[in-house]
Nanobody
Framework: QVQLVESGGGLVQAGGSLSLSCTAS????????MGWYRQAPGKQRELVAV???????NYADSVKGRFTIARDNAKNTASLQMNSLKPEDTAVYYC??????????????WGQGTRVTVSS
């Protein structure tokens, strides 16, 4: 089994910053892509940012230039630095990891989510 634990959500005023962290643990041989998704009330979950094992990144247009995703392969962690936050960034943020376990099977894992609220 693999567990993803997120931290760092909270309440911030518009224009402020927050940093999210995600730590993966368990039967991990290798983690391929890691990503952050978010789900606002009444909306579908959407991709925010993704980073490959080689640190190639991709961002949703709505967060480009404001958010930065990073990872530490040795520690099985990923982070999301969020700057210039807007009220429309309010959502529950989920960490995702595509994990290769020791039996060489690849599965998708999700964290429990961390709430980010941006006040206007």
């Amino acid at each position: 089994q693999v567990q993803l634990v997120e931290s760092g959500g909270g309440l911030v005023q518009a224009g402020g910053s927050l940093s999210l962290s995600c730590t993966a643990s368990g039967r991990i041989f290798r983690i391929n892509d890691m990503g952050w998704y978010r789900q606002a009330p009444g909306k579908q979950r959407e991709l925010v940012a993704v980073i490959t094992r080689g640190s190639n990144t991709n961002y949703a247009d709505s967060v480009k230039g404001r958010f930065t995703i990073a990872r530490d392969n040795a520690k099985n962690t990923a982070s999301l630095q969020m700057n210039s936050l807007k009220p429309e960034d309010t959502a529950v943020y989920y960490c995702n990891a595509k994990v290769v376990s020791w039996d060489m099977l690849t599965n998708d894992y999700w964290g429990q989510g961390t709430r980010v609220t941006v006040s206007s």
